[in-house]
């Protein structure tokens, strides 16, 4: 399982790297806010569109070549961004960087999820998703700090972060190539699973690109608006972990409804200006409630379907953090286009309300027993 974990280590910094080094180079050529932007969400659009397509390509070729393919596919169009002058390549080898990180993240899910002893399936999920994250906060301060020293290194490296699954797995995968046989269309039962992590993504997504914004919007110095944010990515890492050994002791519906009723609470305090002594820890709150939400939704899948279906299950999870991704930043820029800086709280409270209304309405249980899930662990690996 370690270089499972290790592989979601490597995707994250791929994703953040790549993400931070495409938006400087875009800025280079001269474009407008606007399109950096358009560009980014297409991004994401492509990246759901990998996470779909993963599974029809492991049913004709199987989990190994899959995994190789998608990975030779993202880091090769990532070293090869810098040493191009046309903007209309630069943004077709996003759209094929997106496509193949989108399905690699989907091959590496289903196998932690397959794969894990089924009684520290909650904790196996934290872990990848711990490393994940921090790798995706890892790849922007390295993109950001060795771009103009190493530019065409800096790209390297991110290459090899996104063909690292590929080197790391190899052959280990087996189980994932015999769940794609069952077609693309996404599993009946996983509506709430798939609601946290929409919430997940558009939170994200909408804090990370706007909350730098709307704190400068309030006064805030620059020194002060790069420490809330940290705070903010450091409540998500120090919480995700944690909360995954919770959702082992008293469920998944559970926990999620306490993260997201703390996460309503802190977002609507941080809405009132409070002092920057007060803000710092409110962001370390919201970020350890908004953070979690990804691995609650990944171990609850891994609970819910039977090993033959898993395999889908993570390419709907993948699709629908990408479409909160897209989502989260234009929704929640509208809200301050009509309501005033407020109006990106307002949004992501919305959606989480809306997440915490879907819980307590729908009947979705928690999901199998120890006993069923290593019977079929067992059938599985056997």
């Known amino acids: 399982m370690i270089v499972t974990h290790v592989a979601g280590l490597a995707l994250g910094i791929a994703i953040g790297l790549y993400n931070t080094l495409a938006s400087l180079l875009l800025s280079g050529k001269q474009l407008s ?17 990998g996470s779909a397509l993963a599974i029809p390509i492991m049913g004709r070729v199987g989990g190994p070549v ?16 810098p040493w191009c002058d046309s903007l209309v390549l630069v943004i077709a080898l996003r759209v094929s960087m997106g496509i193949g990180i989108g399905a690699a993240m989907t091959i590496t899910q289903s196998e932690v999820v397959q794969r894990a002893p089924q009684a520290r399936l909650e904790a196996s999920s934290g872990v990848y998703a711990l490393l994940l994250g921090v790798g995706f906060s890892l790849g922007p301060v390295m993109g950001t700090a060795l771009h103009q020293r190493w530019p065409h290194a800096i790209f390297g490296l991110g290459a090899l972060a996104a063909g690292m699954p590929s080197l790391l797995l190899g052959r280990r995968i ?3 190539e ?18 946290s ?30 420490a809330t944010l940290s705070a903010f990515v450091l409540g998500a890492l120090l919480a995700t972990y944690p909360v995954a050994l919770l959702c082992r002791r008293i469920g998944q519906r559970k926990t999620l409804a306490l993260v997201l009723v703390i996460s309503i ?3 609507s305090l941080l809405s009132a200006q409070p002092p920057t002594a007060l803000a710092y820890g409110l962001s370390v709150l919201a970020g350890a409630s908004v953070g979690p939400m990804y691995t609650i939704g990944m171990g609850w899948i891994g609970r819910l379907l039977p090993s033959s279906e898993v395999s889908r299950g993570m390419a709907a999870f993948a699709f629908a953090v990408s479409v909160g991704c897209i989502v989260g930043p234009s929704t929640t820029g509208l809200a301050m286009t009509l309501l005033g800086v407020n109006g990106a709280f307002l949004a992501v409270i919305a959606v989480q309300v809306i997440a915490l209304i879907g819980l307590r309405a729908s009947g979705t249980p928690d999901g199998a027993s120890d006993a069923t899930l290593e019977a079929q662990h067992g059938e599985l690996v056997g």
């Open 33 to 49: 806010d606007a399109a950096i932007g358009l560009v980014s969400s297409g991004y994401f659009v492509c990246q759901a569109l």
């Open 66 to 81: 899959a995994l190789a393919v998608c990975s030779a596919l993202a880091a090769a169009t990532g070293a090869l961004l």
């Open 174 to 176: 087996r189980v994932v």
């Open 178 to 195: 015999r769940a794609a046989q069952s077609g693309i269309q996404p599993p009946g039962g996983i509506f709430l699973p798939l609601l």
């Open 197 to 226: 992590v929409f919430a997940y993504g558009f939170a994200e997504a909408a804090l990370v690109t706007l909350y730098p914004v709307v704190l400068q919007r309030q006064g805030r110095s620059t020194f002060e608006v790069g």
């Open 265 to 267: 609470g802190a977002l």
